[in-house]
């Protein structure tokens, strides 16, 4: 087995937030998280057979041996995968190792979605901007408004601060690109699986539960690197993020969500939340934040840059913590 030192994860970790900011999250064919989707499906397909006669238990026990399955193998094909590449060289080792980590993380992604959204927003272009919308939530876009196009951009923002950088780079430092990409299935799982409709209710529980479990210290620790955010970025209240997510984190159906998603709009001073639309019906999701002004579209950009703020944090982080070891 390899393991690397605490020094050298460190830096490996360094080098993968830098690919992502230079370079992103290209969806090449041979991308990891494509083909983690892609075994989802097949294990799905396979363990769903003939499902009509089974009880809700047996769909539920199905589903938990798709999330024990995925992460198992997630987890040891980037462990073989890297431990080859730094047999035949070390340097080898350190690049693949970099790379895969990269991957579990989407800052320069994230961005580049929310600015998608942003940008017909305020050429005012709507139908454009609902398009894009619906790329990256689940909720019913068609008839948003500029307003509710803007929300759905910043909620998303916020929720994957947590899921895109701040989760996978906790669990690269401690157990490097093979347990970071153990996180990344779990939360592709979740993704994939984990609703509580009529479909996915049993099947996906344990997928939506892990998930919950992945992210429950992560999501703290973003709530207070998003407070810390606030404090650099002029324009912005950290004591207000810091009281909004006392007050409000707690209303959401999600452990972990109402963080990230509650200090960012305290932060900015506008509320999130409030009734989506899914499948034509309408649903009040939990309110967030104090509606101090009325949201706008720029307030894109501004969650854009909280985000950035705390990749940055971290990266400082990160080599402020090699530099003590050296």
């Keep these: 087995m390899i393991f690397y030192s605490l020094q050298e994860t460190l830096l490996l970790i360094a080098a993968a937030i830098g690919i992502d900011w230079i370079i992103g999250d290209p969806k090449w064919p041979t991308h990891p998280v494509i083909w983690m989707g892609r075994l989802i499906r097949m294990l799905e397909t396979l363990l769903r057979r003939n499902e009509a006669g089974r009880s809700a238990r047996q769909v539920k026990y199905r589903g938990i041996l798709l999330t024990v399955v995925t992460l198992v193998i997630s987890f040891v094909v980037i462990w073989g995968i890297t431990a080859v590449a730094a047999w035949i060289h070390p340097w080898l080792g350190y690049a693949v190792s970099a790379w895969f980590i990269s991957t579990t993380i989407a800052v320069k992604g994230l961005r580049d979605a929310a600015m998608l959204v942003y940008r ?74 984990g609703y509580r409709n009529e479909r996915y209710v049993n099947f996906g529980w344990c997928s939506a539960r892990t998930d919950d479990g992945l992210n429950y210290i992560p999501a703290r620790l973003t709530g207070l690197l998003l407070i810390i955010a606030a404090y650099l970025n002029r324009g912005m209240s950290a004591s207000r993020s810091w009281a909004s997510m006392r007050q409000f984190a707690h209303r959401h159906p999600s452990p972990n969500s109402g963080i990230p998603e509650s200090a960012v709009a305290g932060a900015l001073g506008i509320e999130l939340g409030g009734i989506n639309s899914y499948f034509g019906q309408p649903s009040e999701r939990a309110r967030m934040g104090w509606p101090l002004r009325a949201l706008d579209p720029y307030d894109i950009v501004r969650s854009v840059r909280l985000l950035y703020t705390v990749s940055i944090l971290m990266m400082a982080g990160v080599l402020g913590l090699w530099l003590i070891l050296f």
């Design 120 to 193: 017909p927003l305020i050429a005012g272009r709507l139908e454009e901007a609902r398009k894009y919308v619906g790329y990256i939530v689940g909720r019913d876009t068609a008839h948003l408004s500029p307003s509710e196009a803007s929300r759905a951009a910043v909620e998303t923002v916020a929720e994957n601060t947590v899921d895109a950088f701040v989760s996978p780079i906790l669990f690269a430092l401690i157990g490097g690109a093979p347990l970071a990409m153990f996180y990344r299935a779990g939360n592709t799982l979740d993704s994939m699986v």
